[in-house]
């Protein structure tokens, strides 16, 4: 039976299936998605040192490209006004003349009782994959209470990749509690920097890139397109028919 504009039912949900693969390849190729690379021990306990004046650090290895922000829980026993110093670097406390700074700043952050993540942001990193970064904080002001049991979660624990924690240079067991948010390049952007590099000349034009795309997506349409066709056929599901005996 044909449709308004001459389709068949088949044709039309072949063609709304090729839409929705297409797009749905757009999105995993070309869109940036947002990821968490977190620390989480098993073991947790409150750091009050930082409601001392302590300076806190911690270094861990990141997992994934595109480190955009560093993130910590903080704690207080009663509502609090708390100004933060904080540095964020590359490298570790273990090769110290290897560090260089990413972020720095001095933060206002309203506390209620209890424990909430804080973020402290960075220029979005996009070679951060395996390498070393080291967040360090200290506590400048606690309003109106000082005494408000400010403190930091940790774990006594080290979890995969949990990385090194200080405490005034003090090296300690177990890590902080953390989330390093990233912001990664596109399939299409790493296929760019990491392969077309390494390709014939020829092969890195991108006319020629993007002609190969399309001819092997057409490819793949008209083939699927050729299979499925073939087995929608009307009477394709019927059993033959029965051979006349001949005398």
């Known amino acids: 039976m044909r449709q308004r504009f001459g389709l068949s039912r088949f044709d039309a949900a072949f063609a709304a299936g090729c839409l929705l693969v297409l797009l749905f ?9 947002d990821g968490v690379f977190s620390i989480n021990g098993n073991d947790a306990y409150e750091v009050t ?15 994934g490209d595109g480190l955009r922000a560093v993130a910590v829980r903080l704690s207080a026993r ?3 006004a708390v100004t933060v110093k904080w540095t964020i670097w590359r490298g570790t406390l273990d090769v110290p003349k290897n560090m260089t700074l990413a972020a720095e700043g001095i933060e206002r952050i309203d506390l209620v009782a209890g424990r909430r993540w804080q973020a402290f942001p960075v220029t979005r990193d996009m070679s951060s994959h395996n390498r070393w ?36 240079d003090v090296r300690q067991t177990g890590s902080l509690t953390l989330r390093a948010e990233r912001q990664g390049r596109t399939l299409h952007r790493r296929f760019l920097i990491e392969a ?47 051979i006349e005996r001949v005398s």
């Not at 408000?148 to 995969?160: F, K, L, M, Q, Y």
């Open 49 to 63: 040192e930082l409601g001392h004046g302590a300076t806190l650090s911690h270094a861990f290895y990141m997992r």
């Open 196 to 242: 077309a590099p390494n390709l014939p000349r020829a092969l890195q034009l991108p006319v020629v890139q993007w002609t190969i795309f399309a001819a092997f997506h057409w490819a793949m349409i008209v083939f699927a397109y050729a299979v499925l066709r073939e087995g929608h056929q009307p009477g394709s599901d019927r059993p033959p028919a029965a």
């Open 78 to 80: 009663a509502p609090a």
């Open 133 to 168: 970064y080291t967040i360090q904080l200290q506590l400048v002001e606690a309003l109106p209470d000082p005494s408000a049991a400010v403190g930091i979660t940790a774990s006594r624990d080290n979890p995969e990749r949990g990385g090194v924690f200080w405490v005034n």
């Open 25 to 33: 390849e757009g999105f995993a190729v070309f869109v940036e998605r």
